[in-house]
Nanobody, 124 residues
Framework: QVQLVESGGGLVQAGGSLRLSCAAS????????VGWFRQAPGNEREIVAA????????YYSDSVKGRFTISRDNAKNTAYLQMNSLKPEDTAVYYC?????????????????WGQGTQVTVSS
């Protein structure tokens, strides 16, 4: 199983941008689908974006669609979440998840493999 480290969070003004990174260590990263999740105080952890393996299928929640872009660079064992037009309601701890999915699926439950999270705070 890959190990994950999120980075790139910070404090930004509403309307600003951040680029989160999820660095993975371990073999066969290209065979793992990657998801970005977030959790705000009082809320359950929710998925915001996901990307498949070689099929490169993407998913976005309605709340971030059109503003966030997920991508991956398998040569660097890294996934990214480009966040534009940030809103205060985007404030949360963002987590990366990697799930072994060699067939390229993007749906279905996720395994319990998380990074440490990175804080994103958007001020109004």
């Amino acid at each position: 199983q890959v190990q994950l480290v999120e980075s790139g969070g910070g404090l930004v003004q509403a309307g600003g941008s951040l680029r989160l990174s999820c660095a993975a260590s371990g073999r066969a990263f290209s065979m793992y689908r990657v998801g970005w999740f977030r959790q705000a105080p009082g809320n359950e952890r929710e998925i915001v974006a996901a990307i498949s393996t070689n099929d490169m299928i993407t998913y976005y929640s309605d709340s971030v669609k059109g503003r966030f872009t997920i991508s991956r660079d398998n040569a660097k064992n890294t996934a990214y979440l480009q966040m534009n037009s940030l809103k205060p309601e985007d404030t949360a701890v963002y987590y990366c998840n990697a799930d072994y999915a060699p067939t390229g699926r993007i749906t279905g439950s996720w395994s319990d493999h998380w990074g440490q999270g990175t804080q994103v705070t958007v001020s109004s």
